[in-house]
């Protein structure tokens, strides 16, 4: 679904508040959710023109249940038998001071809990999670996953029939219920917090406000579970690592690699906050791997200068995680750390051990990490191949001229 930039953050706002709106009153996920997805592309066409309504959330609501009352029709008149409690036309007023109004109540949480039903399983609820609360579109969803787009669209729509077929209630889970839901939860999160501090394809680095939103959900879910580390460890992770950003790229927009970013413009507040929390979970000793990846960017964000940097305390996080986590890119960042620390052949061993891996074939990051060891270990024509491939495979724009810059700077030497 194709939005104007300039809407994109307040639609995504306000989507799951039209979403929980409408689930609540009429008790069918799978069609409301149809429903508001017509109904953001509808905010997309017209508010360009006619500009944003005095109560978009209200707007919004309205225009997707009048959408949902079609789609019901369009059911009922399929499956030839009666959904009158379901096509009942209720009438939707425009907002009053007396009217309750949609944004009076964050329904997010509860989407997201939703999404990831025990019923299930994992790809299905990150995949409907990412649709329906972090606004990706199917294309993004299978990049961001690294499957194909059909893969994406099939889950999604058998994941909203199973949500139906459950007769799940709109509601937060019970304890025991949401403990089930909780990884998946996170996983959602930390996906979403991904695609927004480095954009899966696109004329830009980051899209901030997706990162914004993930940081939101994230800590909105620390105060309801103060008591989960990883919750805590995962809202670290993204603190520290957003901290960053204003130092990702230069004046025209071009990628800066951590080693050439201005540190003194990182945001130490968010770094503050970030090891505070990580000095919350850590002494729990309930390790996971969200603690983990915090615990490598607090090494990080300590360093005042990049040749600070503690590798071999790096090397090391990585090497547990690595053994605790079966994803591959992991085990990508690892083979920098080693590198960093003991010398690029021992990190390209690593790569060398997971290159036919089928998760990284044909992954732009493989060829990208493999051409900076390359050129790290002094073999310039091996490294300018693998830069060339990394820039033809990569679907954004920025990756792609810092890749072929690189590959530019090895053909002249």
């Not at 503690?310 to 750390?337: C, E, F, H, K």
Request: aromatic content about 6%.
């Amino acid at each position: 679904m194709a939005r104007t930039s300039g809407f994109e953050s307040l639609l995504r706002e306000i989507a799951p508040q039209a979403l929980g709106a409408l689930t609540r009153r009429y008790g069918r996920f799978d069609l409301c959710e149809d429903a508001v997805q017509e109904a953001l592309l509808a905010a997309a066409t017209q508010w360009p023109e006619a500009g944003v309504p005095d109560n978009p959330a209200a707007w919004l609501t309205t225009v997707a249940g009048r959408k949902l009352t079609d789609l019901l029709r369009s059911e009922q008149s399929r499956r030839q038998r009666e959904q009158r409690d379901f096509v009942r036309e209720v009438p939707m007023p425009s907002p009053t001071p007396d009217t309750p109004r949609p944004e009076d109540r964050d329904d997010t949480l509860i989407t997201v809990f939703l999404c990831c039903h025990p019923d299930l399983k994992p790809p299905s609820q990150i995949a409907l999670t990412l649709r329906a609360v972090g606004g990706l579109t199917t294309a993004e969803i299978a990049r961001g996953l690294m499957i194909p787009e059909t893969t994406v669209g099939q889950r999604i729509t058998r994941a909203k029939q199973r949500i139906l077929e459950s007769g799940a209630r709109f509601r937060m889970p019970e304890p025991k219920e949401r403990d089930k839901r909780l990884a998946a939860v996170l996983q959602v999160l930390y996906l979403i917090f991904n695609e927004g501090y480095t954009a899966s394809s696109g004329p830009d680095l980051q899209r901030v406000e997706l990162a914004d939103e993930a940081i939101r959900l994230t800590r909105l879910l620390w105060s309801r579970l103060p008591d989960e580390p990883e919750v805590g460890g995962l809202l670290a992770l993204m603190l520290i690592t957003a901290s960053r950003r204003d130092t990702r790229t230069g004046p025209a927009g071009e990628l800066v690699p951590l080693a050439e970013q201005d540190r003194s413009r990182w945001d130490r507040t968010m770094i503050t906050e970030g090891v505070g929390l990580l000095e919350q979970v850590l002494p729990r000793q309930r390790p996971g791997s969200y603690q983990l990846q915090a615990a490598i960017a607090a090494c990080h964000a300590e360093a005042e200068r990049y040749e600070d940097t503690d590798w071999p305390q790096i090397a090391a996080l990585y090497g547990v995680l690595d053994q605790m986590s079966d994803d591959r890119m992991i085990t990508l960042n690892r083979a920098v750390a080693v590198a960093m620390a003991y010398g690029p052949a021992a990190g390209l061993k690593l790569i060398d051990g997971v290159v036919d891996h089928p998760q990284l074939a044909g992954h732009h990051r493989l060829f990208a990490v493999r051409a900076h060891l390359l050129e790290q270990d002094d073999q310039p024509a091996a490294a300018l191949e693998a830069y060339q491939e990394a820039a033809r495979l990569t679907l954004s724009q920025v990756e792609r001229r810092y890749l072929q810059s690189r590959a530019a700077r090895l053909a002249k030497d």
